[in-house]
């Protein structure tokens, strides 16, 4: 059974830190590409960070110089840094793991864990 976990979300004053992880059990992470997206109430879930198996990365213009995406596939696990946080990040945070292949897609998320930024 593929199981995505998220943590590391929490309550933060405007310009603090967190460092969320995903981590998976049941796939070999390392040869898929990995995403953390965020939902903010009354928004579209909307792509913040991503890294493929390779280790490319990329971010969505809002986040760029401050949010960090890595990947540790020794422990099977996907961080994203974030740093300078504003109000504008309180969200849900989702991790997702994907994958094409010649028969098909495979698509995980994980439940998500809220970001909060206020003062």
């Known amino acids: 059974q593929v199981q995505l976990v998220e943590s590391g979300g929490g309550l933060v004053q405007p310009g603090g830190s967190l460092r969320l992880s995903c981590a998976a059990s049941g796939i070999i992470f390392s040869i898929y590409a990995v995403g953390w997206y965020r939902q903010a109430p009354g928004k579209q879930r909307e792509l913040v960070a991503g890294i493929t198996s390779g280790g490319s990365t990329n971010y969505v213009d809002s986040v760029k110089a401050r949010f960090t995406i890595s990947r540790d596939n020794a422990k099977n696990t996907v961080y994203l840094q974030m740093n300078g946080l504003k109000p504008e990040d309180t969200a849900v945070y989702y991790c997702?793991?994907?994958?094409?292949?010649?028969?098909?897609?495979?698509?995980?998320w994980g439940q998500g864990t809220q970001v909060t930024v206020s003062s």
């Open positions: 997702n793991a994907n994958r094409g292949t010649v028969v098909g897609i495979y698509d995980y």
